[in-house]
C-alpha cells in the first residue's frame, strides 16, 4: 500500500463514536499500516474538533508517540501553501486541506485518507488528481 496522509475528518471519526462516519473510520484506520503521515495544522484540528466530544487531545498526540501517526513539519513550504489557499479561496480551503495537498504533492504516490468531498475537486499544484481514501470514493 502507497503512503497514506490522514485529514482530520476521518481521525476526528476514529475519536468520536457519534460520528457519521465513525464505523468506516474503525475499519479504514485499523487496518492502515503505522506510519501514516499527519500535520501539525491537522493535529491541531483534530485535537480541537474531538474536544467537544470529550475526548482529551492526549489521546490524539498519544498517536503520533506511538509511532501510529508520524508528524511531518512542513516549515518552509508556506509560500506553497499560500498560493493553494489562494488558488482555492472559494472552495473554501482551509489551512489544514492546504497542508494535507501539499503533502500530497511532495509524496508522488500518496493517498489522502478524507471524509471531506473537496478533496474530490483539489489538485496538485501539477493538475495532478490527488489519490483519495474516502467513504465516498469508489
Not at 480541537?48 to 498517536?63: M, Y
Not at 506553497?80 to 482555492?88: G, H, Q
Request: aromatic share 8%; glycine share 6%.
Amino acid at each position: 500500500m502507497s503512503q497514506t496522509i490522514m485529514d482530520s475528518g476521518p481521525l476526528v471519526a476514529w475519536f468520536a463514536k457519534k460520528d457519521s462516519h465513525h464505523e468506516w473510520a474503525m475499519r479504514v484506520i485499523d487496518g492502515l499500516p503505522v506510519g501514516a503521515f499527519v500535520c501539525e495544522a491537522v493535529l491541531a484540528e483534530v485535537c480541537h474538533l474531538v474536544a467537544k466530544d470529550g475526548v482529551p487531545a492526549a489521546a490524539v498526540l498519544k498517536l503520533v508517540e506511538q509511532n501510529d501517526l508520524v508528524l511531518v513539519s512542513l516549515a518552509g513550504e508556506m509560500s506553497a501553501i499560500r498560493a493553494l489557499m489562494e488558488r482555492y479561496k472559494d472552495a473554501p480551503m482551509d489551512f489544514a486541506d492546504a497542508c494535507v495537498v501539499r503533502m500530497a504533492e511532495l509524496n508522488p504516490g500518496a493517498t489522502v485518507c478524507t471524509t471531506d468531498g473537496h478533496f474530490c475537486f483539489f489538485r496538485k499544484a501539477s493538475g495532478e488528481i490527488i489519490a483519495l481514501l474516502a467513504p465516498f470514493a469508489g
